[in-house]
């Protein structure tokens, strides 16, 4: 019942920025942590970003630092991904995914217990 709906992806431009949303709904919010993994084509999946839902601490995967931003609002159950200066590299499905037990390590994809279907993004020069 309970679902991860991302949106926002789309095609944009090298250097450009995007914006992803990830909205829980269909059950009750219980996870202790939200993120954001990917995998591009012909590659693995890679941890992008995560949240502690209760304290806030934000954690990015060293492809991303300084460039992606997560922020949850806790009023709506949603998490939002800003990514700036977009490289090639970052042209992948992207999946909202959330943790209830915390059994692994924040980029550890054992970890999570809930994932989206996922939204494109695509980064053209």
């Known amino acids: 019942q309970v679902q991860l709906v991302e949106s926002g992806g789309g095609t944009v431009q090298a250097g450009e920025s995007l914006k992803l949303s990830c909205v829980v709904s269909g059950g009750t919010f219980n996870y202790q942590r939200m993120g954001w993994f990917r995998r591009g084509q012909g590659k693995e999946r890679e941890f992008v970003a995560a949240v502690k839902w209760k304290s806030g601490t934000t954690y990015y995967g060293d492809s991303v630092k300084g460039r992606a931003t997560i922020s949850r609002d806790i009023d709506k159950n949603t998490i939002y991904l800003q990514m700036n200066r977009l490289q090639l590299d970052d042209a992948a499905v992207y999946y909202c995914?959330?943790?209830?037990?915390?059994?692994?390590?924040?980029?550890?994809?054992?970890?999570?217990?809930?994932w989206g279907q996922g939204t494109q993004v695509d980064v053209s020069s």
């Open positions: 995914t959330a943790d209830v037990r915390m059994m692994f390590g924040v980029s550890d994809f054992r970890s999570w217990d809930v």
